[in-house]
């Protein structure tokens, strides 16, 4: 199996798990934050959801910079707000993995703001961090939806709320 198959189908298994997380959404709890310097649950949701189109980006660009204005978050609060970003962000996520050519995976992407660069990766280790970072703040919003709550899905394996005693 080559390199951007296997990252294409993780991709995918986030993209599972991380609808269950969002059809959890507490749109009456849009502004909780367990600590004051905790980000609140929208921009964290929000944030989880928009990795999933980071492959797009790492594979159609040099680099992400915050002082040319690159990103722009979105501030859904809606269930079903977040599910339709999240289904456009992964599927956009997915066909930048169908349509690359393996060599290019080996190319730089950095994350800068003007002339300070914050990460210098190649667009392989930028995609894996991408991933890692959906399963980081995931875990993030977990710890919210448990201190509000709200059960937690499974994830990598049954979740105390998804099985019976």
């Known amino acids: 199996m080559k390199i951007v198959e296997l990252l294409a189908k993780e991709l995918q298994n986030e993209y599972q798990i991380t609808k ?4 959890r959404f507490p749109e009456d709890k849009t502004i909780y934050k367990p600590h004051e310097k905790s980000m609140d649950i929208t921009t964290l949701t929000n944030h989880v959801v928009e990795i999933f189109a980071w492959p ?5 660009t040099d680099k992400l910079d915050f002082a040319a204005g690159d990103y722009k978050p979105t501030k859904f609060t809606s269930i079903e707000d977040l599910q339709q970003k999240l289904d456009d962000d992964y599927e956009l996520g997915k066909a930048a993995l169908e349509n690359v050519n393996e060599d290019h995976l080996s190319k730089r992407w950095q994350v800068t703001e003007g002339e300070t660069v914050f990460a210098d990766f190649t667009k392989y280790e930028a995609i894996r961090h991408a991933l890692n970072q959906i399963t980081h703040h995931r875990a993030q919003l977990g710890v919210f939806y448990r201190l509000l709550g709200i059960d937690l899905p499974s994830s990598y394996g049954p979740s105390a709320d998804s099985q019976k005693f």
Do not use: C, D, M, R
Request: no cysteine.
């Open 20 to 23: 269950e997380f969002i059809a």
């Open 56 to 60: 797009a980006l790492i594979l159609t």
